[in-house]
């Protein structure tokens, strides 16, 4: 009985308010989807940075008979000694914690590699051209790079040093601006949201003022009198989440997984962080309808 | 059953108080009318019974229990030991007669089987049988109050308070009501009735308390409405 008259109570609520409860699901489900977005971003981020940072951060390119640069014109290629030097001055050094030494065979392996669908380019590149390199891996990239990077600039067979963070940082600053918008905009849509849930269950307290009237009168308990609004909060939060975890794997699927496609290397989102997305923004949901009906009542449905 | 112990009550931004050293002690079973004019403080006495309001001073009894000492979440239990009929019903527009007598007892979560059984019984009692299916648009005035006093009875209280029943009543109809609120007097059910009818408490021989300015001006037993003191 209790349960049959409860639901008949949210249903006859829910068709009352009806303008106003679908202007409440899709504001919610934007807002989510949206901080469901920033939170994918932040994952994708997190995931990219750490790939990258688990990698090389100094790239000591050596010089070759076809480099460009004068130092290289002048002393001509590396020679093993210089290498030698090289990987002595870098392995005393206390700020590198390992050092990988890249032969120009493995350096034309992947440059081919990489360039596979331009055979024009690679027909025109001889091994010997793609310089060797030593791939640095630094204590702590941000304070020891500028010590090391001038620890080994212009020494005897160094073409270039390259910062491989410097590289990064553009990309992350893009999609670190492309997040805070999300999230902003999404925090701006969840107050919009909350204004919108109080409004709404005000205007059903309004509606339904005869009925909650009879019911205290009676002797309703108060959590049966305010269970119909909480509970249509509720649903319109879900229905609104159901919503929004559809866009959050059309985002994914669509949007992510082909961003992803431009990198050779592995750092897509699993199945698992989507859920754990859509999970959390439920819970967002839940408890925003939640906690403001709850506030709400309370100063327009006294007891 | 109802009992109030020099009760104060006044109003913010009112000079003078809606109830003021009140001492009314009302046994179980009686029927009891508080008359007086507009203002004298009998909504406001009603209105303490259910412990909307609290009083300022003064203690109140109502079915064995210290309303002072009833915490918040109580009071609906409180609530449910008392019926209320007013005088513009208050029934739900878009429910018909058995539904609105059954709402008082879904809200407060009876089961389906006591509320089929119980509902007719106080229809029937009210005199409303074979109207189960009426809207209360469909319904004279005098059926509608029916229809209040049979939800105010069905979870049979111990006390029935009715704030002036027959005022939107034509004479002839509020003597049907009376014999339903008596009725309802002979369950042992306690009945307190404002009003400002005078026939119908000439009539009746009950009880009369007499408000004035928020004071007990006078307490008889078997008494009238307007008499001299």
């Not at chain 1, 909060?233 to 059309?250: E, K």
């Not at chain 2, 009543?169 to 059910?189: C, F, Q």
Request: glycine share 6%; with cysteine.
């Amino acid at each position: 009985m209790r349960s049959q008259f409860v639901f008949q109570e949210i249903w006859i609520g829910l068709r009352r308010n009806l303008t106003m409860t679908m202007a409440l699901i899709v504001v919610v489900a934007i807002s989510l989807s949206l901080l469901g977005t920033g939170l994918l971003f932040v994952k994708q981020v997190d995931r990219t940075r750490t790939y990258w940072q688990g990698k090389v951060e100094l790239s000591i390119y050596l010089c070759v008979k076809t480099s460009p640069e004068p130092q290289c014109q002048q002393n001509g290629p590396a020679t093993d000694a210089d290498r030698a030097q090289l990987h002595q001055l870098l392995v005393s050094m206390p700020q590198v914690q390992a050092v990988y030494y890249v032969t120009q065979q493995q350096a034309y392996n992947e440059f081919r590699q990489y360039f596979s669908n331009e055979p024009a380019l690679v027909q025109d590149t001889q091994q010997g051209e793609i310089p060797d390199s030593f791939e640095v891996k630094l204590r702590n990239p941000e304070a020891d790079y500028n010590i090391v990077a001038s620890a080994v600039t212009g020494a005897q067979g160094v073409e270039t040093v390259v910062d491989e963070m410097t590289i990064l940082d553009k990309f992350y600053r893009l999609l670190d601006g492309a997040r805070n918008a999300v999230v902003i905009i999404a925090l701006i849509l969840i107050v919009a949201a909350i204004l919108l849930v109080a409004n709404t269950i005000r205007l059903s307290a309004f509606n339904r003022r005869r009925e909650t009237s009879i019911m205290r009168l009676v002797g309703a308990s108060n959590f049966y009198i305010q269970l119909p609004f909480l509970l249509e909060g509720a649903i319109a939060g879900l229905i609104g989440w159901a919503i929004s975890a559809g866009l959050l794997v059309a985002v994914k699927s669509l949007m992510l997984d082909s961003l992803e496609q431009y990198f050779s290397f592995n750092v897509g989102l699993s199945v698992g962080d989507l859920i754990e997305v859509i999970v959390f923004s439920m819970i967002v949901g839940v408890l925003l309808c939640g906690v403001t009906s709850f506030l709400t009542l309370r100063r327009y449905l006294r007891i | 059953m109802i009992n109030f112990d020099n009760v104060t009550k006044a109003y913010p931004n009112q000079s003078r108080p809606a109830l003021e050293n009140v001492n009314i002690s009302v046994a179980k079973g009686e029927f009891v009318f508080l008359v007086g004019p507009s203002g004298s403080g009998k909504s406001t006495f009603l209105r303490l019974v259910l412990k909307e309001e609290r009083p300022s001073e003064g203690r109140i009894h109502v079915a064995g229990r210290d309303l002072a000492r009833l915490t918040n979440w109580k009071v609906p239990y409180l609530r449910r030991r008392i019926g209320c009929v007013f005088q513009d019903f208050r029934l739900l527009p878009n429910k018909n007669v058995y539904q609105n007598v059954a709402f008082a007892l879904e809200v407060i979560g009876k089961n389906r089987r006591f509320i089929r059984k119980v509902v007719p019984e106080v229809i029937d009692l009210v005199g409303l049988e074979g109207k189960h299916e009426r809207m209360p648009d469909e319904l004279s005035g005098g059926e509608q109050q029916r229809v209040a006093m049979a939800r105010a009875f069905v979870n049979r209280p111990m006390i029935l308070l009715a704030d002036e029943p027959t005022g939107n009543i034509d004479p002839a109809t509020s003597i049907g009501i009376m014999k339903v609120l008596d009725r309802i007097n002979r369950t042992g059910t306690t009945v307190v009735m404002a009003t400002h009818d005078a026939a119908i408490v000439d009539s009746m021989r009950k009880r009369v308390i007499e408000l004035e300015y928020g004071k007990v001006v006078r307490d008889q037993s078997r008494g009238v409405y307007g008499q001299a003191y």
